[in-house]
C-alpha cells in the first residue's frame, strides 16, 4: 500500500498550489499550516531548493470525530498535502493516505473515519 496519492499538473507551481487550496476548501478542508520548504531551508541552510510547499489540510469536523475516538490521533493530523515543481515543468500534488497513516493506531473506528478522508482526498487529487 502507498502512503499517498498523487497526480502530476501540467500547470506552473503558483497555478497548481491554487488550484490544490480551492480543491481542499470544497472539499471541507482548512488549511490550518503552510510551509515553504524552499525558502525555508535557505533561511535555514543557505541551500537552494525546488518550489516546494506542505499545506496542512483539516477537516474540522472529522478531526473533531478522530480525536473524540482516539486522543493520541493529534500527533497524525494534520493531513499534509504536498504541492511540488517537478523537473521539464508542471507540477505534482500528493497527499497523506490515512488509511496508511492510520494503521498503526489498532482502532476499528478509526480506521473507517480514515477510509472517509481518503475518499474526500481522492476526490481532491481528482478534481485537480
Not at 16 to 43: M, Y
Not at 84 to 98: F, K, L
Not at 117 to 126: G, H, K, P, Y
Request: proline share 4%; hydrophobic share 50%.
Amino acid at each position: 500500500m502507498s502512503y499517498y496519492l498523487a497526480k502530476r499538473l501540467a500547470l506552473p507551481f503558483a497555478d497548481a498550489l491554487e488550484r490544490t487550496r480551492n480543491a481542499l476548501k470544497e472539499a471541507g478542508f482548512g488549511i490550518i499550516a503552510e510551509i515553504d520548504i524552499a525558502a525555508t531551508l535557505r533561511q535555514k541552510l543557505g541551500v537552494d531548493f525546488r518550489k516546494y510547499c506542505i499545506l496542512g489540510a483539516c477537516n474540522p469536523a472529522l478531526a473533531y470525530e478522530a480525536l473524540r475516538i482516539e486522543d493520541k490521533v493529534g500527533t497524525l493530523l494534520p493531513c499534509n498535502v504536498i504541492v511540488q515543481e517537478i523537473d521539464g515543468g508542471g507540477s505534482e500534488v500528493a497527499a497523506i493516505d490515512p488509511v496508511a497513516a492510520m494503521q498503526a493506531v489498532a482502532n476499528p473506528q478509526l480506521a473507517e473515519l480514515a477510509a472517509r478522508v481518503r475518499t474526500l482526498l481522492e476526490q481532491v487529487i481528482a478534481r485537480l
